[in-house]
């Protein structure tokens, strides 16, 4: 009865007992009750087909046995991937076989899961079937109930996961069998326990001074009451001598029966008998839900109150006990006061409801675990986070040396994910932990908890390895990992506070103002100092204005330098920057813009800043030829810091003269062309590079065979050369470093050079323009302005008859005029000039 066809066929149909079809319209409408239209998964496309096959399954079943169908995607059902179960209904049936599909891999798509009142014959077979409705129906005792399970996977399930899933899930219910069972005997076992506590009294001898039998006889039967569900249960005698109880035969029920296969590794005590034990188990429950189990031990006492052995129960707080008060929870109720007494406040004092508020969000694992003491501790620590935005750490080492339970309080503001992750690398790392698992708590307080289990090496073995002692750990040691879980913690708004904190140059007001404007994408790929000098930097700069860095991360690639650009005012496109950056020498990767609208001071506008980080490539031919041979090392920023005076760089330095370069380029007070590439190469200023250009410019007026381009080649392929141009160009017309006895060994050292190069149109190039720096008789190269700024045009005052490249005839005299807006040439046959510069839209050819 898989194929679909056979399931909708009318002879199918037709065979079942008038009973049973008589009630299939009911049936059907009950089964699919509480399955929403916008719930069904598409790939169940007939209702009514998934339907018959549950009802196919159900047809024969014998009491105490499950019925388990796993169906394919190719099994010709029309079902898919599903799982399909009829069995006695029980408790935490839906919950243990998802939670087993869940573990083993599965994606379950829709759950439906019917309680169906049947009627079956002698052998097993279904004679009449109704929905059960418990808010209308009384089934009488003799009246039996099924769970009819329809589980849809995921479409791409694989068969081999499905065939594993076929195998597992009747196990699963075979152990869930097994408890629903045993429950009543372990219930009945725990109000014995609790009768047999309360007739002992204070008679025993505990040894802990805040759990008496009376209030162990108290959580038994608040256990009882549908606040814990109890899974398993056995019986363990303490053998005269003997190092390890061991269990009594017969005695265990439940998960710990010897049938099912959990698998538990139980906890058993060695040490000083005590009255209770709690531990919390280390392989998740097979049943119910997903969740690690809670083994709970009793001592078990002999008719004179002494200890023989103990009584151990495995089960899950229910969500009633995990949201229950704690002052009614026994025992528990009992530490709480004690420990909120025991700092002096009343119960109903606002401090006392302070230490409430935090010991009720404690894991219920902790408060049974901790004494009234430990519980005063940690609450009052936990009371001071909030006000000075600390992190505190708590860890307590499990008794059996299997896990580290750590609760990890800090300000709500600082818990994300990120945060949370590093803090579980950092207690896996420092704890020598195999695994972690966590639980968080973020309500409406100030402070977020984080309850972190970590699990040791060998946790899941008979023996399990301990830690490097039997005693919790040390306080130095918890303080050196709380201190790391803090620094984890800290955000970068909180860094940013720390540098303003230590500088005395920005206003700690001001930095706050930035901090908010400052996009996230800009906090997450810069560092607080940095935003501490580029805030330095954004302040400085006025309407229209600009300023730069350059800078090369420390582990970055050879040649895989930064540049920033800060702009004051509207945003700027990429064209306007690549080609100014390009023509320094360098190939641009990527660009990072970050806007920054922050509110002004006074007038209640918004200044608006944009800084732009362009990822820069300077290739290896460059760093190989350029004359300062470690310019990444030059580059390479550390720790960056704000500067004495903003939009300054050591002139001399790879930095200094490219921003400078930049900054002239962006203005128009330089040209954009391939000569800038000296200010990397031969290590000169862009004003030297302007001279350069100058004389190539006027190269160009004389009718000179070779082009601009070529000329820049030349000068790239030889820097040492361009650098001697420069300094003999100094030393000729510098009114500070004039020197002719220099100025003639320069001379020599360039043609020495010249000499030396093998083609003959470098020779020619480098020729001309020694040839330029020779006839030059002056130069207002160096005139400056009241204002110390040099002229934004350069002038050189020439001897044509010394120019070998001149045609003929030549003048007496030519003044040369160049900027990257004007070029011309006054041209003077005699001594006394006559005229001027004239306007010519002969762009490449004027004279």
Not at 25 to 33: I, K, Q, S, T, V
Not at 418 to 424: D, K, S
């Amino acid at each position: 009865m898989t194929v679909s066809s056979e399931l909708s066929s009318e002879a199918w149909f037709a065979e079942l007992p008038d009973t049973l079809r008589a009630g299939l319209p009911a049936l059907e409408e009950g089964y699919f009750r509480h399955v929403g239209t916008d719930e069904a998964d598409c790939e169940v496309t007939a209702a009514e087909l998934t339907f018959r096959a549950h009802l196919a399954l159900a047809l024969n079943r014998q009491p105490g046995q499950g019925a388990v169908r796993v169906h394919h995607p190719d099994d010709g059902s029309g079902l898919g991937a599903a799982v399909q179960i009829v069995t006695d209904d029980m408790p935490m049936l839906v919950d243990s076989v998802t939670a087993l599909l869940t573990r083993m891999g599965g994606t379950v798509r829709e759950v439906i899961h019917p309680i169906v009142t049947v009627e079956r014959d002698a052998g097993g077979g279904l004679v009449a079937a109704r929905p059960h409705f418990a808010d209308r129906d009384r089934d009488g005792a003799s009246a039996t109930r099924e769970s009819w399970i329809h589980l849809q996977l995921h479409r791409a399930t694989s068969a081999e996961l499905l065939d594993e899933i076929a195998a597992a899930v009747p196990g699963v219910i075979s152990d869930v069998r097994q408890v629903s069972s045993d429950t009543d005997a372990i219930h009945a076992l725990l109000h014995d326990l609790a009768a047999g506590l309360d007739r002992a009294g204070d008679a025993v001898e505990t040894g802990e001074v805040d759990i008496a039998p009376s209030d162990c006889a108290k959580l038994l039967r608040w256990m009882a009451a549908g606040n814990f569900t109890v899974l398993g249960y056995a019986r363990y005698r303490s053998e005269p001598g003997g190092s390890r109880p061991e269990p009594i035969p017969d005695s265990a029920l439940g998960v710990l029966h010897p049938d099912t296969g959990t698998g538990f590794q139980v906890p058993i005590g060695t040490g000083v008998p005590r009255l209770l034990r709690m531990t919390q188990g280390l392989v998740p429950v097979t049943m119910q839900r997903a969740v690690y189990p809670f083994f709970i031990g009793v001592a078990d006492l002999d008719s004179a109150g002494g200890f023989r052995g103990e009584h151990l129960f495995i089960g899950v707080f229910t969500v009633t006990a995990l949201h229950e008060n704690v002052l009614d929870i026994p025992v528990v109720g009992t530490r709480v006061r004690s420990a909120i007494t025991g700092s002096g406040f009343d119960l109903d004092s606002f401090s006392g409801q302070a230490m409430l508020e935090v010991m009720q969000g404690f894991p219920r694992s902790e408060l049974f675990a901790c004494d009234a003491a430990t519980l005063r501790r940690i609450a009052g620590a936990v009371l001071n986070v909030g006000l000075r935005r600390q992190v505190r750490l708590f860890l307590r080492v499990d008794p059996y040396g299997r896990f580290v339970a750590a609760m990890v309080y800090l300000p709500r503001d600082r818990y994300t994910t990120a945060v949370r992750l590093e803090m579980q690398d950092i207690l896996v790392r420092e704890l020598g932990g195999a695994s972690i698992d966590y639980s968080a708590r973020v309500s409406e307080s100030e402070l977020a908890s984080v309850y972190f289990t970590i699990r040791l090496p060998g946790a899941d073995s008979a023996e399990p390895v301990r830690i490097s002692t039997a005693e919790d750990i040390s306080e130095s040691e918890r303080l050196r990992i709380q201190n790391l879980l803090g620094e984890a913690s800290r955000t970068w708004d909180d860094h940013l506070n720390d540098a303003v904190s230590a500088s005395a140059v920005l206003d700690p007001r001001i930095v706050r103002r930035y901090c908010e404007a400052f996009p996230d994408g800009y906090k997450q790929d810069f560092t607080a100092e940095r935003a501490l000098a580029d805030i330095d930097r954004l302040e400085r700069l006025r309407p229209g204005s600009i300023d730069q860095h350059l800078y090369r991360v420390a582990g970055a690639p050879a040649g895989s330098w930064r540049f920033t650009l800060y702009i004051g005012g509207a945003g700027i496109s990429l064209s306007q920057v690549l080609p100014v950056l390009q023509s320094l020498g360098v190939e641009v990767l990527d660009e990072r813009p970050y806007r920054i609208r922050r509110e002004a001071d006074g007038d209640g506008g918004a200044r608006e800043r944009w800084i732009y980080d362009f990822g820069l490539l300077a290739s290896p031919e460059l760093l190989r030829a350029a004359l300062d041979q470690d310019l990444d090392a030059e580059l390479l920023e550390v720790a960056p810091g704000i500067r004495a005076t903003a939009g300054t760089a050591p002139a001399d330095g790879v930095r200094g003269r490219f921003t400078e370069a930049f900054d002239a380029l962006w203005y128009g007070r330089a040209e954009a062309d391939g000569l800038n590439e000296l200010v990397l190469r031969a290590g000169l200023t862009w004003r030297e590079v302007s001279v350069l250009r100058t004389y190539a410019k006027y190269l160009q007026q004389a009718g000179f065979p070779y082009s601009q381009v070529n000329i820049a080649r030349v000068l790239h392929t030889y820097p040492d050369t361009a650098r001697l141009f420069a300094q003999l160009f100094a030393a000729r017309f510098c009114p500070d470093s004039h020197s002719a006895e220099h100025a003639d060994e320069l001379e020599a050292r360039v043609r020495e050079r010249i000499d030396q190069v093998v083609s003959l149109d470098a020779d020619r190039i480098l020729r001309a323009i020694l040839g330029l720096i020779r006839a030059t008789l002056r130069t207002n190269y160096y005139v400056t302005g009241t204002d110390g700024a040099a002229r934004d045009f350069i002038s050189v005052k020439v001897e044509p008859q010394a120019i070998a490249e001149l045609p003929q005839p030549r003048p007496k005299y030519e003044i040369f005029v160049y900027s990257p807006r004007v070029e011309g040439v006054h041209l003077r046959f005699g001594a006394v000039a006559r005229g001027g510069l004239r306007w010519s839209d002969r762009l490449e050819d004027f004279r």
